[in-house]
């Protein structure tokens, strides 16, 4: 069924954000269902909610990407953003909450405020975005409203505002007392609502809160808090007037209450949203038009310009573009020009999507969100703008990948199509990298985490046909010499027919590291003829390239070749360089040899709590800490230098450590000698 245009300030997009197993998906459904779109709730157990759709969410029983959902509300239309909740999926949360009107952070009244919610709200708060909470989860055991409403106010400050109480606990949680009109509305089995009092046994709590909101609510505007102070009470309407400014400039943070699951408060929920929740008129949104910074208004007569917010790779209709409508209004078959390539491209189809629907529709105003297929060089952070007038939106950075695994093409076949593939699910998932290292040649595939790396390659399968095998990632090790030593590199081969012959006489140094090779010709008086001196160094840089004794390229040597012999028939090129490699060869092995491996620089961002954990845990690494900053807000950051062997699952480490509360980045600093006695190991370890 096609959905009229709304006018800008009639849209809200809202982002569902929160810690992983909150209920965002549950409450898209309850929201869906109430509003008619389902006619039965879909739950998360069964694989059967509207929003998550990919196999591999249902296997997992969790939300991996963005899905949107939109529905009518009165004459207000509502876009859903359930996000989902697992660290390695934050890049879609980033996405969410660019073009999301209103945060809504979904906050289980039983585990309380968590590492995933503190994460959504850090991201939010760097954004600007509008937020909401609602408290979820009130008929389950052991919920409890007083406690997360003080886990709120600690971790988030001044602005929270509760606006309802729950009535009645756990299995017997069936209606919500509402601070500002000092009325309750009480649900049944079939979720009917009835207005009553306040129940007699909350009366008490529910006067001292409603008075805290109020004052916290007229604080917000001088004229009434003027009035306040003189003894007149705001009305309702005032009230939720300057509530929702604060809503809008991201001060004040409204707390509602309900359980997605019995579908008590969620009426209210959809209420709030169109009465107090930020519209895309509310918030002009930034873009860069040549050198200058203009705000843009929603308006839906004005120029047409789009942004891009999510790119997914549809194995059956192409490259699908999400976009929000910034300014103007977008129609079927216009052309627009990419602003980042100068491309121009025609929206052919336009379209909503509700979970797996496609939704036609005909033109998108101003403030709203939709989707076109086929667009041919657009990309995640794109925007679209008539020609001639390019404009971009502040790009956001990607989250850095932490974690890698080496993959393998299982076929050819599956080698064939891997480059595509690969480059279509990045298009989708900007925090997905791959590269190839020169040096171990391995093709590694970057990621958030695991399950970000695990989800890719049944993405890959699924998507594309394609599928890979995963190895552990080699380290590049390298080697080098510790002392000078010589030796005679001879290559004889004398019998019959065209011989070969060359002798090479040198000298191993080892060079400070980073040194890289030097080669020194000492040869004198023509112990080896001019035109096959550099055949000898050739063949020691290709022996030193294909790896000393452990088997790892050479570094940080000089060779002097300062002697040699030659015969004037059977010596060439190719009898220099075997004997410059033989020559090598023997001569580092005699140099007592090194392994050498690459050291990362580290920066580890931690609760103050944890720093004692990461920085024992680092010793246990081999890591040398140098130092410890401040971040202020309870984080520190440890700095140190860590063998990057002792760093291959660190992101996974790391996350157990801390709870998910520590984040790192490490860069490759240098080289240096692997111990003696863990040389074998790390041999064996990374030739097993
Ligand atoms: N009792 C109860 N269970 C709920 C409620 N809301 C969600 N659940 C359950 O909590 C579990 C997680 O719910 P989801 O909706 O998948 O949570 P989510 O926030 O989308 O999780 P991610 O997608 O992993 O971020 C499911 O088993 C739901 O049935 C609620 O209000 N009450
Ligand atoms: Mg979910």
């Not at 604080?219 to 102070?229: H, P, S, T």
């Amino acid at each position: 069924m096609a959905m009229k245009a709304f006018p800008p300030d009639r849209v809200r997009t809202v982002a569902l954000v929160g810690h992983g197993g909150s209920g965002k998906t549950t409450l898209a459904e309850a929201l869906l269902h109430r509003a008619g779109v389902v006619t039965r709730m879909g739950r998360v157990e069964d694989g059967t909610t509207v929003a998550d759709t990919e196999p591999e969410e249902i296997k997992r029983g969790l939300s991996l990407s963005l899905a949107v959902a939109p529905f009518e509300a009165g004459d207000h239309k509502i876009n859903l953003l359930d996000t989902p909740g697992y660290a390695d999926f934050v890049t879609d949360v980033i996405a969410a909450l660019r073009v999301a009107d209103l945060a809504v952070f979904v906050v289980s009244a039983v585990e309380g405020v968590e590492v995933g919610t503190e994460a959504a709200w850090k991201l939010a708060a760097a954004l600007g975005t509008p937020r909401m909470i609602f408290v979820n989860k009130l008929d389950r055991e052991r919920a409890s409203f007083e406690r997360t409403l003080d886990q709120l106010r600690d971790r988030f400050g001044q602005g929270i505002a509760p606006l309802e109480l729950p009535v009645g606990q756990e299995a017997d949680f069936h209606g919500v007392a509402d601070l500002l009109t000092d009325r309750a509305f009480m649900y049944d089995a079939d979720n009917k609502v009835t207005e009553t009092d306040v129940p007699d046994d909350m009366e008490a709590l529910e006067h001292q809160v409603h008075d805290t909101l109020i004052e916290g609510i007229v604080v917000g505007d001088d004229a009434m808090l003027e009035q306040y102070l003189e003894g007149k009470i705001p009305s309702f309407q005032d009230l939720e007037h300057v509530l929702a400014d604060g809503v809008a400039a991201a001060a004040v943070f409204p707390v509602v209450c309900g359980s997605a699951l019995t579908g008590v408060g969620i009426d209210r929920l959809v209420q709030y949203i169109c009465e107090i929740g930020s519209s895309p008129a509310d918030r002009p949104v930034t873009v860069q038009a040549g050198d200058t910074e203009t705000p843009i208004q929603a308006d839906p007569s004005a120029q047409p310009l789009a942004f891009v917010f999510k790119t997914v790779a549809d194995p059956y209709v192409g490259r699908i573009s999400l976009f929000k409508v910034l300014s103007g209004t977008i129609r079927t078959d216009q052309h627009l020009v990419n602003s980042r390539t100068g491309a121009d491209e025609r929206l052919h189809s336009l379209f909503l999507i509700r979970g797996k629907d496609h939704i036609e529709v005909t033109e998108v105003q101003a403030g709203d969100i939709a989707a076109v297929a086929k667009l041919s060089t657009v990309l995640t952070g794109d925007t679209l703008a008539p020609k001639g007038t390019p404009v971009v939106v502040p790009p956001v950075g990607a989250p850095a990948p932490v974690l890698s695994v080496a993959v393998k093409a299982r076929t050819q076949a599956d080698d064939d199509k891997l480059a595509t593939a690969l480059h279509r699910l990045q298009e989708e998932d900007p925090a997905l990298q791959v590269h190839l290292n020169e040096e171990t040649h391995q093709t590694l595939l970057a990621g958030l985490g695991e399950t970000h790396i695990a989800v890719t390659l049944e993405r890959l399968h699924r998507k594309f046909g394609v599928d890979l095998d995963t190895e552990d990632v080699r380290v590049p090790y390298r080697e080098t010499i510790s002392t000078t030593a010589d030796a005679e590199g001879k290559h004889k081969k004398q019998s019959g027919g065209h011989g070969q012959f060359g002798v090479a006489n040198l000298r191993v140094e080892p060079l400070p590291r980073g040194g890289g090779f030097e080669f020194v010709d000492q040869i004198v008086g023509g112990a080896i003829p001019r035109q096959f001196i550099p055949a000898v160094e050739k063949g020691i840089q290709e022996t030193m390239q294909l790896g000393g004794v452990y088997g790892y390229p050479v570094v940080d040597v000089r060779v002097i070749c300062y002697d040699g012999k030659y015969h004037s028939v059977d010596s060439s090129e190719m009898s220099f360089k075997m004997a410059g490699s033989a020559g090598f060869k023997e001569a580092m092995a005699k140099a007592g040899p090194v392994l050498l491996e690459p050291v990362s620089v580290l920066e580890v961002t931690v609760p103050d709590a944890l720093q004692g954990e990461v920085m024992g845990d680092l010793n246990s690494r081999r890591g040398r800490v140098q130092g410890t900053v401040s971040l202020g807000e309870g984080m520190q950051q440890v700095t140190a230098l860590v063998p990057t062997s002792e760093l291959l699952r660190y992101a996974i480490d790391l996350r157990s450590l801390t709870g998910g509360r520590g984040s790192f980045t490490a860069t490759h600093d240098h080289y240096d000698v692997v111990p003696p006695n863990l040389v074998d190991r790390l041999v064996a370890a990374a030739h097993a």
